[in-house]
């Protein structure tokens, strides 16, 4: 089992910056994949960003791609997302997922952090 908790979110200004972070326990990431979602009021689930733990490379989509960027602290276990240049379009509840592997769904999620971004 893995326990994920979301932390980081608020209230900013378009353009702003904010950094999530995702802080796991439970057993060690080494070979899990580690996803940023959100969701928007009225809207489906969206993927943001997500890479191995172990890894390097990370996928962004394509809405925040150039904007943010993922890194890692071991000694913390814990995942951040570094939100740049944020517009109102990013307001979202995000939420970050746990998987083992690059293949299938994800069975851990965090209680997700409101990113709120007024214009």
């Known amino acids: 089992q893995v326990q994920l908790v979301e932390s980081g979110g608020g209230l900013v200004q378009a353009g702003g910056s904010l950094r999530l972070s995702c802080a796991a326990s439970g057993r060690s990431l080494s070979s899990y994949y580690i996803a940023w979602f959100r969701q928007a009021p009225g809207k489906e689930r969206e993927f943001v960003a997500g890479r191995l733990w172990s890894g390097s490379t990370t996928y962004f989509a394509d809405s925040v791609k150039g904007r943010v960027t993922v890194s890692r602290d071991t000694a913390k276990n814990t995942m951040y997302l570094q939100m740049n240049s944020l517009k109102p379009e990013d307001t979202a509840v995000y939420y970050c997922?746990?998987?083992?592997?690059?293949?299938?769904?994800?069975?851990?999620w965090g209680q997700g952090t409101q990113v709120t971004v007024s214009s």
């Open positions: 997922a746990a998987r083992v592997g690059l293949i299938g769904g994800y069975p851990y």
